[in-house]
């Protein structure tokens, strides 16, 4: 079982909060990404993080942002939700140089 | 961008038969192959990588086969259970070790 935790894994929110999704792990990885997942199933990645004070944009551009200020943390931040953010998002991390990322089980987003 | 993509979004097979779920990607730089398995209301796990230096390798029960002349992987799954349903998800790992993953195909077994 991984040990990295998301919350909330359902959040249903109005156009124009800002939220944070929370993400965790208890695997020292310094390495940590964000994806997207669509309706269709593909996963994008929208941020990951080489360690602490890291952070990156990955291949599909956002509107959020992140944070790296402890290893164990990768907080998600939308400043201003709107319906296109409406989506799965997922956390993972992985060890520097391993192929085996570890997933958390992912907050389901919906901003009416 | 990279560019990962499974052949048919959908498959289904008996229980008992043996499963083969393809990929292609565009990337001739990627030095790993990662195979995933996401069942429902779970984030992603594991199942097996080839590094771009072998053509094939061996797990419980499953397989992956790399053709690197037409950038093509796939995954096959030996005598395939109920407990196999899920969406399966080829993935890639570039320079950067940032793993870009494709669509994915849906394996359905049907009893």
């Known amino acids: 079982e991984a040990d990295i935790y998301q919350t909330p894994r359902y959040l249903v929110i109005g156009t124009g909060k800002k939220i944070t999704l929370e993400c965790s792990q208890t695997m020292g990885h310094d390495k940590m990404y964000w994806y997207q997942q669509d309706p269709g199933m593909e996963l994008h990645l929208i941020h990951y993080s080489y360690g602490v004070n890291s952070t990156e944009k990955g291949d599909l551009s956002s509107e959020s942002t992140v944070s790296r200020i402890r290893t164990e943390h990768f907080p998600l931040t939308l400043e201003s939700a709107r319906p296109s953010h409406t989506s799965q998002y997922l956390c993972a991390s992985s060890e520097t140089g391993g192929t085996e990322a570890f997933f958390g089980q992912g907050t389901r987003l919906t901003v009416v | 961008g990279e560019s990962v993509g499974l052949h048919l979004p959908t498959l289904s097979v008996q229980e008992g038969d043996n499963s083969i779920i393809n990929c292609a990607y565009s990337n001739s730089a990627s030095d790993y192959f990662i195979w995933y398995k996401q069942e429902s209301g779970k984030g992603p796990q594991f199942i097996i990588d080839?590094?771009?230096?072998?053509d094939k390798r061996q797990g419980q029960r499953v397989t992956v086969l790399l053709n690197k002349t037409v950038k093509h992987l796939s995954l096959q799954i030996a005598a395939t259970q109920p407990g196999d349903s899920a969406v399966y998800f080829c993935?890639?790992?570039?320079?950067?070790?940032?793993?870009?993953f494709g669509t994915g195909t849906r394996l359905t077994v049907i009893p």
């Open positions: 080839i590094r771009s230096n072998m």
């Open positions: 993935a890639v790992r570039t320079g950067a070790n940032n793993l870009f």
